[in-house]
C-alpha cells in the first residue's frame, strides 16, 4: 500500500486568469511543490541532490485532468502518491483538491537525470530506500 502526502496550498490572486478561477498551468506548479516537499520530508533537498550525486528530477511525462475550478483564496491540498518506482525514474498520481472536491488529478512521470551528461540514471541508492520507505515497501 502506498502512502499519500498532503501539502496545503493557498491559491493567491497571481494564480487566477481573468476569468477568476486558477490558470490551468498552476495546477503544474501546485502538483510540482507536493513533490518537492515530498521529498523534503523524506529528508532531501534538490539542491543538496544535485551538488552531492550530480543528479536532478525532471518531468518527462505527464497527463493532467482538470474536473473543477479553484478561485482566488480558496485553501487547497495537493497530494502526491508514488504509483510505480523504477531504477531511474517515478510515477505519481496526483490530485489538487478543495476539501473532499477534486479539482485536478495528474499522472506525473519523473526522470532521475544525471546532469552532466543529461541522460537517465539510477535515482540513488539512499534516495531509493527513503522513496520505496514511504511507499511502504522494501524491494
Same mark, same amino acid.
Given at each position: 500500500m502506498? #502512502?499519500?502526502? !498532503?501539502w496545503?496550498?493557498? #491559491?493567491?490572486? !497571481?494564480?487566477?486568469?481573468a476569468g477568476g478561477v486558477v490558470y490551468h498551468a498552476n495546477y503544474l506548479k501546485f502538483m510540482e511543490r507536493a513533490r518537492t516537499e515530498w521529498l523534503r520530508a523524506l529528508g532531501f533537498e534538490q539542491d543538496q541532490l544535485?551538488?552531492?550525486?550530480?543528479i536532478v528530477f525532471a518531468v518527462r511525462r505527464l497527463a493532467v485532468e482538470m474536473q473543477r475550478p479553484a478561485h482566488f483564496n480558496?485553501?487547497?491540498v495537493t497530494t502526491c502518491q508514488v504509483q510505480r518506482l523504477r531504477r531511474a525514474s517515478v510515477e505519481f498520481e496526483q490530485v489538487v483538491r478543495r476539501?473532499?472536491?477534486?479539482?485536478?488529478?495528474g499522472q506525473v512521470g519523473i526522470a532521475c537525470v544525471d546532469v552532466a551528461r543529461q541522460a537517465p540514471?539510477?535515482?540513488?541508492d539512499e534516495v531509493a530506500r527513503a522513496m520505496r520507505a514511504a511507499e511502504g515497501t522494501t524491494a
Open positions: 502506498t #502512502v499519500e502526502f !498532503e496545503p496550498v493557498r #491559491v493567491y490572486y !497571481e494564480d487566477t486568469d544535485r551538488a552531492e550525486y550530480g480558496e485553501a487547497l476539501d473532499t472536491t477534486v479539482l485536478a488529478t540514471v539510477a535515482v540513488p
